[in-house]
């Protein structure tokens, strides 16, 4: 779910805001009395949308140039508040972000949310650099809010706010932030074949998705910079966008030393983000609990194909495996049972087993030690092998039902012909209606 304080836990009417702002009312289509909906698609649609929330909820005036990247504000919003339960409610706070966009959306929406906050902003186009000062200073936050070009796309922070975080007027920041280019390459690469269309539009240019080596070459830049800059800056954090570069960058933090490290999970609707975020100051302690986030799997695209599948068959789908006294492999739904007296060595040497027997090969990372970690590569999608012999064996029991011949009725007897008044004109075209009306079925 969202952020329990991102207010958008209760959606937006669109109805509503089509009254209210003209510019948003034409990209609405009506579904119902007082009822509208977006079509998001539209990349013109998006972009009103944004400017409309937020000038409606944060009384933000901003203007977003056509081929830039239109943020979503729910999920940004997302990020703005853990933040808080990093530094702290009503804290004054300095942040970083690295790469403001054209809408300089970060900073905005935290100054308004938290006027206690002050910004450096970063960015290497330019001419999203000139977007994000104009809508700083259309929003009178020019006090609050700095913004400097970096030139070099493969610097973070060093060698580009060394003044600020080296000179001899530097000051502490309390986090730095970052929504990193996500891929490596053009098209971005796709989990599967089979996977559905987004049902939003990319409005992204080039420059905002790609860089080289991904967003964990990316971050890892950032990872190598906080060690140069320690505890300048308390707070390192940065948005994900796959999930899988998580065990990557902690591999990577936990070889450096650092082990103060917090993630979580970003959601909207089907779109999932995952935050990282780490400190070397190993006594600082966020302002609010914050637990390791047990980060949800995204929908697989079956499901999201078959949501309206009976529930009895999807939870017959969703089980896992366990090795009986014979050990051998047998179904169990949801859990893997493991005794509290089990060892270390006992648990992995089960899970290896139970990843085996359906076709998965589990290994352990050596350079996580002492920590037991395990990845796994599994060689075949066996939930959607199992989908498609079900679906299979349907067609050719169908396909066999048609197929059947019609059943054959014994012929009437003839009649006796001392019996003239039983005597019946003999059917001729019966057989060949029924014959018919078999195929027909």
């Not at 207010?7 to 009822?35: C, D, M, V």
């Not at 990872?223 to 591999?251: E, F, H, Q």
């Not at 969703?318 to 493991?338: N, P």
């Amino acid at each position: 779910a969202m952020h329990p304080r991102n207010r958008y836990n209760t959606p937006p009417n669109f109805w509503q805001l089509g009254e209210k702002y003209a510019n948003l009312k034409q990209h609405l289509s009506e579904i119902g009395p007082k009822r509208s909906t977006l079509d998001f698609r539209d990349p013109s649609a998006l972009r009103q949308l944004c400017i409309t929330l937020l000038a409606e909820d944060f009384n933000l005036n901003i203007e977003l140039p056509e081929g830039k990247l239109v943020p979503t504000v729910p999920l940004r919003l997302n990020y703005i508040h853990w933040l808080e339960d990093l530094v702290g409610l009503e804290t004054p706070a300095r942040g970083i972000d690295i790469g403001v966009g054209a809408s300089c959306i970060y900073p905005l929406l935290a100054c308004r949310a938290q006027p206690s906050w002050s910004f450096v902003g970063t960015d290497i186009d330019a001419t999203s650099i000139a977007s994000a000062e104009a809508n700083v200073r259309r929003n009178g936050l020019t006090d609050s809010i700095q913004l400097v070009h970096n030139p070099d796309p493969m610097r973070a922070l060093c060698g580009v706010l060394d003044d600020q975080l080296l000179g001899p007027d530097a000051k502490a920041f309390s986090f730095c932030m970052c929504n990193p280019p996500f891929f490596d390459t053009v098209p971005a690469p796709s989990r599967t074949t089979r996977r559905s269309a987004p049902r939003t539009e990319n409005t992204a240019a080039d420059g905002e998705q790609i860089t080289p080596g991904g967003e964990v070459a990316f971050v890892k830049r950032l990872i190598a910079d906080s060690v140069v800059l320690g505890t300048r800056v308390k707070w390192y954090t940065t948005m994900l966008g796959c999930r899988a570069s998580l065990a990557a960058l902690r591999a990577d933090l936990r070889t450096r030393g650092i082990t103060n490290v917090h993630q979580t999970v970003f959601v909207q609707g089907r779109t999932y983000r995952w935050a990282l975020a780490w400190s070397l100051d190993a006594s600082a302690t966020p302002a609010k609990s914050l637990l390791v986030a047990d980060c949800p799997a995204e929908k697989s695209d079956e499901a999201e194909e078959n949501e309206s599948d009976d529930h009895e068959e999807r939870n017959r789908d969703w089980f896992s495996h366990h090795l009986d006294g014979r050990g051998t492999a047998r179904k169990r739904r949801r859990a893997v049972t493991l005794t509290a007296k089990s060892t270390i060595s006992q648990t992995k040497d089960t899970l290896i087993a139970i990843f085996a027997a359906i076709g998965a090969h589990l290994f352990q990372d050596e350079t996580c030690l002492p920590e037991l970690t395990l990845s796994g590569v599994v060689a075949v999608n066996a939930w959607r092998q199992r989908r498609r012999a079900r679906r299979e064996a349907k067609r050719l029991e169908q396909q066999s039902l048609l197929s059947t011949p019609a059943l054959s009725l014994p012929a009437p007897s003839t009649p006796s012909p001392s019996n003239p008044a039983l005597a019946v004109a003999e059917p001729t075209a019966a057989p060949a209606a029924t014959t018919a009306a078999a195929g027909a079925g």
